[in-house]
């Protein structure tokens, strides 16, 4: 009987993870679940230990996780949980090891010490909301999908009712939505969106790979573009969870600091990217038979070849592999979601296309495609007009970008089934 290990980081989350620990009692004794399926709940509250006599903020952080500590230990919930504090003063973090991906890693370390081949890893965040069928279906999900070594699951932020707010994480989804239906309609293998509270992992699978990368921002990121190396990584799940939006300085980049900058104007780091650029990516793919018998060039070629710096790349893997079919997963493992991101931050920035057009040229070729189609209901169609009339992405009306952000989420949501 497998066991769903449930993993959350906190810093500074005392108004936010008693919700998420509702949430997750809610859906373990929804229906069937809480019969039939052990859960346990780890959850790591962590800070630098030297913030405890740094600045009157980190002073304040370091209070708030003291006190959140003392409402873990209180509470009596109703699945077991463990806590792991790396927050008192002499446990925090040292030197240079901390940050959110050290806390996942702690988290994972110590699930793997104690899991079983088939368990389920489920990473969360402090501020993570799902519906009480959530877990069950994950459970569901990957009993009828026994190839698959993990799933990034699909999410939602829901909406704050501040502008502000709203308009920064809209901008950011529609982003983040583009390039994923862009990735799917190219049928990229790292097709996927990374969101450190929707990923779900089979304990042996994170074994393989030796666990999470700790690194200071992107953690999710490279864990699920490890996972895709090593297996298929589902896409689909018939429930979502909801992230919080909310700004945030903590990490280099990621929802809170994308925020932070798109609110305050600065859209360069997460542009609109043009479907020409992906379609360059997909006419590489199309050339990986012949690429195994002799070079060529494209312009994604030629940017993995500068990138790697090595002018003998392609014939070094053809030593090594025995067929097409293995040169094709070897050329895959190259040309990964970094260098496909690395590729469109290129060339957006040597020949720059407006956001605006972007936008709108891609919701064009987007409704040709009939998987894509039908989700487009009324509501895109009375915001196209203000959508063509518009002279920037910023002037667009916070309900005009709500309506592209749901818009672009059921495109998503339509690709991602048909392709699960």
């Given at each position: 009987?497998d ?10 989350e005392l108004e936010?993870?008693p919700?998420?620990l ?5 859906s373990v ?7 039939e ?10 800070q630098?230990d030297?913030w405890?006599?740094?600045t009157?903020e980190h ?10 500590l003392?409402v873990?230990e209180?509470?009596?919930p ?5 806590v792991?504090d ?9 030197g240079k ?18 899991a ?8 969360m965040?402090?501020d993570?909301?799902f519906?009480?069928?959530y877990?069950q279906?994950?459970?569901?999900n990957?009993?009828?999908h026994p ?15 501040d502008?502000?707010t709203?308009?920064?994480?809209l901008?950011?989804e ?13 049928g990229?293998?790292?097709s996927f ?6 990923i ?5 699978s994170l074994r ?9 921002s ?8 490890k996972l895709?190396k ?7 799940n018939?429930?979502?969870v909801?992230p ?5 300085d ?7 600091p ?7 104007g600065?859209l360069s780091?997460?542009?609109i990217?043009?479907?020409s650029?992906f379609t360059k990516?997909a006419a ?11 070079d060529l060039?494209?312009e994604?070629?030629?940017f ?13 893997i ?14 895959h493992e190259?040309?990964d ?5 690395q590729f ?8 720059p ?5 972007s936008?709108?040229e891609n ?6 495609d009939?998987r ?8 895109l ?11 920037d ?5 916070t ?9 672009l989420?059921?495109?998503?949501m ?6 699960a």
């Open positions: 009987m066991t769903l290990h449930i993993a959350i980081p906190a810093m500074d936010y993870l919700q998420t509702q949430s997750i009692e809610a004794f929804s229906g069937k679940s809480s019969s399926r052990p859960y346990t709940v780890y959850i790591c509250v962590n630098p030297d405890w006599n740094d009157a002073r304040r952080i370091c209070e708030s996780n003291a006190a959140l003392r873990l209180e509470c009596r109703s699945c077991p949980f463990v792991i790396r927050s008192s003063k002499g446990s925090g973090w040292t090891n901390f940050g959110v991906g050290w806390a996942r890693k702690v988290l994972f370390d110590n699930i793997l010490s104690v079983a081949p088939d368990d389920l890893i489920v990473s965040d402090a993570t909301q519906g009480k069928d877990l279906s994950l459970l569901d990957f009993a009828a190839e698959w070594v993990a799933l990034s699951a699909p999410y939602y932020h829901r909406l704050t009712g502008d502000g709203d308009r920064a994480i901008h950011y529609i982003y983040m939505r583009n390039y994923a239906i862009n990735m799917l309609r190219i990229s293998p790292y969106t990374a969101i450190g509270s929707a779900v992992v089979r304990a042996e393989k790979i030796g666990g999470i990368t700790p690194v200071k992107g953690e999710d990121f490279y864990l699920v573009q895709t090593m297996g298929p990584v589902g896409s689909w018939p429930e979502s909801y919080a939006a909310r700004f945030s903590r990490v280099f980049f990621g929802t809170g994308a925020m932070s900058k798109t609110a305050s600065d780091s997460y542009p990217y043009h479907h650029l990516v590489t793919y199309s050339l990986t038979d012949e690429l195994y018998h002799h060039h494209s994604f070629l030629d993995l070849q500068q990138q790697f710096n090595q002018s003998d790349l392609w014939s070094t053809r030593n090594n592999v025995k067929d097409s079919n293995q040169f094709r997963r070897a050329f190259k040309a979601g970094l260098r496909i991101l469109l931050k290129q060339k957006q920035k040597a020949e296309i407006p956001d605006i057009q936008l709108r919701l064009m070729l987007f409704l040709t009939a894509c189609a039908k989700e487009a209901d009324n509501g169609e009375k915001a196209l007009p203000e959508i063509q009339a518009a002279d992405i910023t002037s667009l009306s309900a005009t970008l709500a309506i592209l952000r749901d818009t989420r059921d495109m998503e339509a690709l991602r089934h048909t392709l």
